[in-house]
């Protein structure tokens, strides 16, 4: 499985951007990039993902380089509601075809009021 | 309200107590899945379930089963649990298993087991 390579921690002031970087090397032509974030004492909430192109919903944005081998979770105005961990998964079909979101350790961001 | 619902939410019990952590989804989703998560070991897959009859395992089986009779249910049975079960427990679904679908988790499950 290709793996992705996050900080382990990051920390933002209230009502300022964030990003989130996320290296992935080894990635393949089919794999596809998501977020995922998990707030304390819940579980994993889906954040947004993508193939080749940037990727805007009400959440975030995903910017992806143009070779793919990184890309960035951006949350343009970051609260106090958003600490938590974020996850960067690369999720591709093998032949199984069961298709396991495989969790690393994230980065945990903390938000300062 | 789309929405994976587990129960319980705690739940404390002693070795070899047969028990079922249950899991049920409102959106019609083709693939379901049971994850565990551990500190250091982050989440991972138990089984999952790709439609209805048709379940597989997944990284961490063992000790573990699991079944779909109905689309909205996919049940997770410890037969007899094990303290090295001690776990948070969690189960997702999605549309499908395609790559591009968004899955939805539970509020997880807290299972003690002395």
């Known amino acids: 499985d290709a793996k992705t390579t996050q900080p382990n921690s990051m920390e933002s002031n209230e009502e300022e951007p964030v990003h989130l970087p996320c290296n992935h090397s080894?990635?393949?032509?089919?794999?596809?990039i998501h977020w995922y974030r998990q707030l304390p004492s819940q579980g994993p909430e889906y954040v947004i993902h993508?193939?080749?192109s940037n990727v805007n919903n009400r959440m975030a944005s995903l910017a992806i380089a143009e070779d793919r081998k990184s890309s960035t979770l951006i949350l343009h105005r970051a609260t106090l509601r958003d600490a938590a961990v974020y996850y960067c998964?690369?999720?591709?079909?093998?032949?199984?075809?069961?298709?396991?979101?495989?969790f690393g350790k994230g980065t945990r961001l903390s938000v300062i009021a | 309200e789309a929405q994976v619902t587990q129960n319980p939410r705690y739940l404390i019990t002693v070795t070899g107590k047969k028990l079922t952590v249950t899991c049920s989804q409102n959106?019609?989703?083709?693939?379901m899945s049971w994850y565990r998560q551990d500190p250091g070991l982050g989440l991972r897959q138990i089984y999952y379930?790709?439609?209805?009859?048709?379940?597989d395992k997944g990284d961490v089986p063992e000790g573990y089963k699991v079944s779909r009779k109905e689309k909205r249910n996919f049940p997770l049975i410890l037969e007899s649990p094990s303290p090295n079960q001690t776990s948070l427990y969690f189960c997702?679904?999605?549309?499908?298993?395609?790559?591009?679908?968004?899955?939805?988790f539970g509020q997880g499950t807290r299972l003690t087991v002395v």
């Open positions: 997702a679904s999605s549309l499908s298993r395609r790559m591009n679908t968004e899955a939805f």
């Open positions: 080894t990635i393949s032509g089919t794999d596809y």
């Open positions: 993508g193939l080749t």
């Open positions: 998964i690369l999720r591709d079909l093998p032949n199984s075809g069961n298709t396991p979101l495989v």
């Open positions: 959106m019609n989703h083709e693939y």
């Open positions: 379930s790709m439609n209805v009859e048709v379940t």
